[in-house]
């Protein structure tokens, strides 16, 4: 019983990542850039603490936009007119991707970098 309770757990949470993989834009983005990052870092022989750098900073930059896709359905259920707080909270969820987002495009520089020199 447990186990089936487990499963329809990963269940769930698989069709979510389907629905917001189907759905937003950004996040096929972030998962096509976290791809490549991959295929170059093959390509130039990172190192296993330099692969744990990079799939961390591409990590967190996915699982941000996916909660920031999950936040952004909340507050479009909570209300369908302008709310200041509504749209703070939208546009807070946003720049967390994109802080995320800056710091995995640093960290890439300094993991590449050597590597192309």
């Not at 710091?103 to 050597?114: D, N």
């Given at each position: ?11 769930w ?69 302008f ?17 995320a ?17």
């Open positions: 019983m447990r186990l089936r309770r487990e499963r329809d757990r990963f269940a949470a698989w069709a979510g990542m389907k629905a917001a993989v189907k759905e937003e834009a950004h996040l096929r983005f972030h998962l096509a850039a976290a791809v490549a990052a991959c295929i170059a870092g093959w390509a130039v022989g990172l190192s296993r603490w330099e692969w744990v750098v990079l799939v961390l900073a591409a990590g967190a930059v996915i699982t941000l936009e996916l909660v920031n896709t999950a936040i952004e359905r909340v507050v479009d259920l909570a209300t369908d007119k709310h200041p707080l509504a749209k703070a909270a939208k546009d807070i969820a946003a720049a967390a991707v994109l802080v987002s800056g710091f995995a495009v640093v960290i890439a520089v300094l993991l590449f970098w050597p590597h192309l020199r």
